[in-house]
T-cell receptor, first 113, second 114 residues
Framework: EPEVTQTPSHQVTQMGQEVILRCVPI?????FYWYRQILGQKVEFLVSFYNNEISEKSEIFDDQFSVERPDGSNFTLKIRSTKLEDSAMYFC???????????FGSGTRLTVV | AQKVTQAQTEISVVEKEDVTLDCVYETRDTTYYLFWYKQPPSGELVFLIR??????QNEISGRYSWNFQKSTSSFNFTITASQVVDSAVYFC???????????FGTGTQLKVEL
């Protein structure tokens, strides 16, 4: 069964450093998403991406965040200058249409120290 | 604005008991979709079911069943004859036509003990 692949599974970074989280969505999907889950809390929407541009973003997704689909297969989330509160599990998801079931990746656990 | 409420923070049951996880949602949209996801201790999100707002038929899949009631804005999830492997956090989520995102509830931690 097709799956969404996220790398790395765990990343530790120092506060103020830039990180790039990588995702390979399912190949025929058109919609791409990033969600975040702070430990023990609910899953929160960050950003959606369609047709090579952001279609919606949350208030969490400020200027420190950016997304890119550089080569037609990868979908990346960049955090320019990480803060301690960015520590969370980051999930990538992709979907065929706006309301079809989304397939989530297994997540990247980001720890900012 | 959309909102999903899962009032049960944690439920503990003994194996083979039936358990129902509650989900109440709020939206002004007439077209929307409801989802349930399972998050085992390993952390990934596993898709369980999607239901659209026009289909109020209940659904059964093995030991899992879902009860969708628009009149009470609820989409409850029942596990019959629970097993230890069912131990996980279960999230209910809402997708509406007005936005392109899932709104998650806070999750219910289910612990199934021997």
């Amino acid at each position: 069964e097709p799956e969404v692949t996220q790398t790395p599974s765990h990343q530790v970074t120092q506060m103020g450093q830039e990180v790039i989280l990588r995702c390979v969505p399912i190949s025929n999907h058109l919609y791409f998403y990033w969600y975040r889950q702070i430990l023990g809390q609910k899953v929160e929407f960050l950003v959606s991406f369609y047709n090579n541009e952001i279609s919606e973003k949350s208030e969490i997704f400020d200027d420190q965040f950016s997304v890119e689909r550089p080569d037609g297969s990868n979908f990346t989330l960049k955090i320019r200058s990480t803060k301690l509160e960015d520590s969370a599990m980051y999930f990538c998801a992709s979907g065929q249409g706006r309301a079809y079931g989304y397939t989530f990746g297994s997540g990247t656990r980001l720890t900012v120290v | 604005a959309q909102k999903v409420t899962q009032a049960q923070t944690e439920i503990s049951v003994v194996e083979k008991e039936d358990v129902t996880l509650d989900c109440v949602y709020e939206t002004r949209d007439t077209t929307y979709y409801l989802f349930w996801y399972k998050q085992p201790p390993s952390g990934e999100l596993v898709f369980l079911i999607r239901r659209n707002s026009f289909d109020e038929q209940n659904e059964i899949s093995g030991r899992y069943s879902w009860n969708f009631q628009k009149s009470t804005s609820s989409f409850n999830f029942t596990i019959t004859a629970s097993q230890v492997v069912d131990s996980a956090v279960y999230f209910c989520a809402l997708f509406t036509g007005g936005g392109n995102k899932l709104t998650f509830g806070t999750g219910t931690q289910l612990k199934v003990e021997l």
